[in-house]
């Protein structure tokens, strides 16, 4: 998937080279979807701190290259923006730790935003067109996400947490494999009017996002599921 944007990603310089902020972007990503994807709610007070972290951290690295995108030749401020977010994402993890339920809407949110981008990328130019309409249909899955996580609790943050992990697991794969599919998130929020051109290998980043995202649900069901009962003849 090709993005015709001049802000460049993290991982890449324009020439095709493998950055410093993007290594570290990529690792940071791959560990943190990892846990995510297998790992969320066996343990949920750290998927809770992740959430946190990772909406602050998100927010505030899109807010930087949107105010102001630093060239190729800015290594140093391509990682104080990445150290900054990290910053503020840790200080926002810690906060929603005090209040569960922001925390696992959280979780349901970025479900929810995650599911919404797998399925806008899955078509050259985005399966919707229009820019309103692409965010119209972002919020409405990142409101239906809110509200299962809220009501539903354990199966759709298990849903959630799987779908984000592995979303963010493919990105942080993608700073390296460079196969275009690190840029769905930057072209359906900060680019209005981007073309997009879906290619296989973005495709077949799709469909291991939505395989790897299978599998953890599975695997998180299977390691939060309730012990049966021994029986103890008499």
């Known amino acids: 998937m090709q993005v015709t944007t001049s802000d460049g990603g993290l991982a890449l310089a324009h020439n095709g080279a493998l950055v410093a902020s993007g290594i570290v972007a990529g690792v940071v990503l791959i560990v943190v979807g ?78 929810g935003f995650a599911l919404a981008t797998w399925i806008l990328a899955m078509q050259t130019h985005g399966v919707i067109h229009s820019d309103v309409g692409r965010a119209l249909f972002i919020a409405a899955l990142v409101v239906a996400g809110i509200v299962a996580a809220l009501f539903i609790q354990r199966p759709a943050v298990i849903v959630a947490s799987a779908v984000w992990g592995s979303y963010v697991l493919f990105v942080g794969i993608d700073c390296f494999a460079r196969t275009g599919f690190q840029y769905t998130a930057l072209a359906f929020l900060s680019t209005p009017g981007a073309v997009y051109e879906t290619t296989p290998k973005v495709y077949a980043m799709i469909a291991c996002m939505a395989l790897s995202a299978l599998l953890g649900i599975v695997a998180q069901f299977r390691l939060t599921r309730k012990p049966k009962a021994s029986f103890i003849p008499l």
């Open 34 to 111: 990892f846990f995510f994807n297998y790992f969320g709610y066996r343990l949920l007070k750290l998927l809770i701190f992740l959430a946190g972290f990772s909406a602050v951290f998100g927010l505030v690295l899109y807010a930087e290259y949107k105010i102001r995108a630093p060239l190729d030749t800015e290594r140093a401020r391509q990682l104080w923006y990445l150290g900054i977010a990290a910053a503020l994402g840790a200080l926002g993890g810690a906060c929603v730790l005090f209040a569960y339920k922001v925390g696992v809407a959280l979780v349901g949110a970025l479900g």
